[in-house]
C-alpha cells in the first residue's frame, strides 16, 4: 500500500509543475514582427561591393521631436548588417553600386511615401510581395528598406518589417534586431534564388497603376 504522505507530494509536484508550464507559455515573450523579402532573382548580388544611404520617408501619426531619429537608426542597422556582408559604405556622390532607401509608416496599412519622397515600386514583379503585406499589414504599422542598383536605376532587394515605428527608444533594439535577420538573407541563396524565380513565373508582372 502507498504512503498517503508520498502520494500527496507527487500530485503537488505535478501540480507545481503544471503550473510553471502553463505559466512559461502564458508569459513567455512572442515574437510578432512580420517580415519579408523580396529581390530580383536575375541579379549577380556578388557584384555589389559599395552603399550610400539616402535616407527615407516617414509617413507617420505622430510628430517628431528629432526628424533624424528614426533615419539615424535605420542607417544604423542597415550599415551594420551590409558591412558584415562585406560591403562597404560611400558617399552618395562617389557611385555606389546600391543605394539604401526606406519607407517608415505607423499607420495600420502599407502606404506609400509623401509627395517629393520619391517613388516606392508597387508594380511590376514586385507588386506580389508587397500586396500580400499590405493585405496581412492590419495591426502593426511598417517599414520597408530598398536597395537600389545605382546604374540600372532599378530596385534589386527589398524587406518588409511590419513593426510599429515610434520614436521611443525602447522599440529600436527590436527594430535593429529584425532589421539584422532580414539581412540573414542578403545575398539570397541558391535555393531562394530559385524560389523567387518559381514565384515570378507563377505571379505575372503588374502593370503600373495609371
Known amino acids: 500500500m502507498r504512503n498517503p504522505q508520498s502520494c500527496w507530494n507527487h500530485v503537488t509536484l505535478l501540480r507545481i509543475a503544471v503550473t510553471l508550464f502553463v505559466s512559461l507559455l502564458f508569459f513567455a515573450p512572442r515574437s510578432t514582427a ?3 523579402v523580396d529581390f530580383d532573382p536575375n541579379l549577380d548580388f556578388s557584384k555589389y561591393k559599395t ?4 535616407g527615407g520617408s516617414n509617413t507617420l501619426e505622430f510628430r517628431e521631436l528629432n526628424p533624424n531619429y528614426i533615419s539615424d537608426r535605420v542607417h544604423s542597422g542597415v550599415t551594420k548588417a551590409l558591412v558584415q556582408r562585406g560591403l562597404r559604405e560611400v558617399p552618395l556622390d562617389q557611385q555606389p553600386d546600391l543605394v539604401v532607401r526606406y519607407w517608415a509608416n505607423s499607420q495600420s496599412k502599407i502606404v506609400g511615401p509623401a509627395a517629393g519622397a520619391g517613388d516606392i515600386m508597387t508594380d511590376g514583379y514586385w507588386a506580389y510581395t508587397y500586396d500580400l503585406m499590405r493585405a496581412e499589414n492590419s ?19 527589398r524587406i518588409y518589417l511590419e513593426q510599429k515605428i515610434v520614436d521611443d527608444d525602447s522599440i529600436w533594439p527590436k527594430v535593429l534586431n529584425e532589421i539584422s535577420k532580414g539581412f540573414e538573407h542578403y545575398p539570397p541563396s541558391k535555393k531562394e534564388i530559385a524560389e ?7 505571379h505575372p508582372p503588374k502593370p503600373p497603376s495609371q
Open 139 to 157: 495591426l502593426d504599422a511598417s517599414l520597408v528598406i530598398d536597395l537600389t542598383d545605382a546604374k540600372r536605376k532599378a530596385l534589386a532587394w
Open 196 to 202: 523567387k524565380q518559381k514565384e515570378r513565373a507563377e
Open 51 to 54: 552603399f550610400a544611404y539616402a
Open 34 to 36: 512580420k517580415t519579408a
